[in-house]
Structures are given as C-alpha cells and as structure tokens.
C-alpha cells in the first residue's frame, strides 16, 4: 500500500430506523488534521483525475453509489514510489481513504448512479492559492487505465 495512505473498513450499524456509519473520528490514527468538508459528485463512466496537494491530506468516503479511486505514488524518495493502488467503494463497500499529500489520485463512478463523495481535508480551499495540481485523465505518465474490463 502507498505509504501514508490508509484504508479504513466502515462498521455499518443499521436498525430499523435507517444505518449510521462513522467517517472519521478526530481521536483515531487514521485522522490527520481538520481544515474544510465537502461533497463532490461524479455522473456514471466519469472520471474525475488526476491531482494532486503538496500540503492538503484527503480523506475520502463514497456515500452513495459505487467508484474506484486511485492512488499513484510519485513522490521522490517514498519507499512506495511507481506504486498504483485501486479502491472500489461506496454503498456496498464502505470504505474511508485516506491520500497523503503529493499521492496523484482520481476516480471514476461505476454502475447506473451517482456517486457521491464526502471528502475531509485538512486545509480549507485557497482560491488566491489552490493547493491543486492537475494532469489529463488518460494522457500522462501514469501507469493506469481508467478503461473498465471483464475479467
């Protein structure tokens, strides 16, 4: 796994009533400081990627629908480098993934609905100095297909 990053199974508690599941806890490991939530969505076949922060962690939840989100380790010196690792997520996978900053990742929505990403970071959005650095989709040098195959 890329270092830094971590991959934290959900624990869902449905009743009744509905479910509730814990995202983040600030008295946990996984949690690397507070700055701004927000939600982001993506339509069905999008894919939204690739970037990166140099200062900003993410900490990414699917909340509705299914993605996979994908990590690639660029970094100069980091054990993991050249390294890919792919998440599927969301309704009948709850996951929350952590992404250290300069760690290049996006992701693409699967199946027929919306997909719905809370994302916790732990600076707010600078619009005088976005800490975000893009790159195309599907022409660049990493080492990932966004197309999806039968296996």
Known sequence: MIEGSVVK?????????????EILRADEEAFAGFGQVYITTSNPGIVKAW????????????VRGMMRLVLFDD???????GEVNEHVMGTHRMLAVRIPPEVWHGFQCLGTEEAMVVNVVTHPFNPAE???HRIDPH???IPFDWAIRDR
């Open 75 to 81: 970094r100069e010196g980091s054990p993991t480098r």
């Open 139 to 141: 022409d660049n040098h």
């Open 130 to 132: 976005p800490d975000e």
């Open 9 to 21: 199974r959900l624990v869902v508690h449905p009743d009744a009533r509905g479910r509730l599941f």
């Open 51 to 62: 970037h990166f922060h140099r200062k900003q962690t993410d900490f990414f939840c699917c």
